[in-house]
């Protein structure tokens, strides 16, 4: 996707907005739009970057927007609540018992013979360490709007782009840690992962890039939000950390599709908290 600072087409823009929300930025900058027009090709002719991103960033914040900064507290205790929970039944450190892998899950009890209370306090130990990661990105999302003027939100929930900066689009896209796979390659060299990690960020993002699923593979611009450190990180902590990202560093990058050996091309972003 291009960048859209000067200029958009019409397909970037329904990226952008529903039709609900096209006309109602069209009605909060004046610029007329009849019920027989189309407001995504009204938008394109009308495009004003700055204009744009100020009404859009107000919409986005309001009450009930897709980032209501008044419900930034509750998503905060919410996170809090969730944490609390696991750690009376599971310690301290909170852990994917199968990810995404349920099937493999369920196989590997059924031929266990694994016991019903075993197998529930499973589930329910992945369950809140998936809603933990939920309520952890929510945060992440919203404080990040909120908090940097610069970021032009879109108002739909589009897959491959949740907002732009300077007229570049991003994926926003959460991770537990690097990556087993890096993990494991870093290791094998005798080299510790998170120095490695540290040191050459764009490692990570090849290794995230070469190890996605395939069913959801991307090769978008993506900003990877990525946790190093094992254990809950506090709300302060993880609002000190999401304070101090930059957004003005990205990497180019080539990484090859393991399914199809194809290279691709794309630029991303690696911040850690």
Request: no cysteine; aromatic share 18%; proline share 3%.
């Given at each position: 996707m291009a960048n859209i600072l000067y200029s958009i087409n019409r397909k970037t823009v329904m990226k952008l907005y529903t039709k609900r929300d096209a006309i109602r930025v069209l009605n909060k900058l004046s610029i007329p739009c009849s019920?027989?027009?189309?407001?995504?090709?009204?938008?394109?002719?009308?495009?004003?970057?700055?204009?744009?991103r100020i009404v859009t960033r107000e919409i986005a914040l309001?009450?009930?927007?897709?980032?209501d900064v008044t419900q930034l507290q509750h998503l905060l205790d919410k996170r809090t609540t969730t944490f609390d929970e696991y750690s009376q039944s599971f310690g301290s450190t909170p852990e994917w018992v199968f990810g995404n892998d349920w099937d493999t899950f369920s196989k590997n009890h059924y031929r266990n013979n694994t016991p019903k209370d075993i197998f529930l306090g499973?589930?329910?130990?992945?369950?809140?360490?998936s809603n933990l990661a939920r309520e952890t990105s929510k945060v992440m999302e919203l404080f990040l709007v909120m908090t940097n003027e610069e970021i032009f939100p879109t108002l739909k929930n589009s897959g491959g782009v949740d907002f732009f900066f300077k007229g570049n689009p991003w994926d926003w896209k959460a991770s537990k840690g690097v990556g087993k796979k890096f993990i494991a390659e870093q290791e094998k060299l005798g080299k510790n992962p998170k120095d490695i990690a540290v040191s050459n960020p764009r490692l990570v993002a090849k290794s995230l890039y070469e190890n996605q699923s395939e069913d959801r593979f991307g090769c978008e611009p993506r900003h990877f939000i990525i946790t190093l450190n094992e254990g809950f990180i506090t709300n302060e902590q993880l609002l000190e950390s999401l304070s101090s990202i930059n957004f003005d560093d990205p990497i180019n990058l080539t990484f090859k599709r393991n399914k199809t050996g194809e290279s691709y091309t794309t630029t991303c972003l690696v911040s850690y908290i």
């Open positions: 019920k027989k027009e189309d407001p995504f090709m009204i938008i394109m002719n009308n495009w004003d970057y700055e204009k744009f309001s009450i009930n927007g897709k980032y499973d589930v329910w130990k992945n369950q809140l360490a």
